[in-house]
């Protein structure tokens, strides 16, 4: 009996197995960052209309390079479109964000 074979493929399967660990252990700290960044936010009531106006007449920012990550789940991408907006927006402009950033025409509606 010979048993080369079988642990080779024991050990084919468990490195796949250990790399798709370690993907998405990026992605949950990807995710963590984001909600961390989310929970630091500061939403006041005590804020003035001049105040809401300026923040309204910003620009958009532009996203870093290597802040969007076109290899990630379409979830951390569109929580990084989030991000990278900063504000309240309609969905059609996270649409044209993520169309921006990724390349990608997939709609987004269903993972908002």
Request: aromatic content about 6%; cysteine-free.
């Amino acid at each position: 009996m010979n048993f080369a074979p079988m642990a080779n493929d024991k050990e084919v399967i468990l490195s796949a197995l250990q790399r798709d660990r370690d993907e998405l252990h990026e992605k949950i700290m990807q995710i963590d960052r984001i909600i961390k960044k989310v929970k630091g936010l500061d939403y006041s009531n005590d804020i003035d209309s001049d105040n809401v106006k300026q923040l309204a007449v910003q620009p958009a920012q532009i996203a870093p390079i290597d802040k969007f990550n076109v290899q990630a789940d379409i979830k951390v991408q569109v929580l990084t479109v989030f991000e990278i907006i900063g504000h309240a927006a309609k969905l059609k402009d996270l649409q044209y964000e993520y169309h921006k950033l990724s390349g990608n025409a997939f709609n987004i509606r269903e993972v908002v």
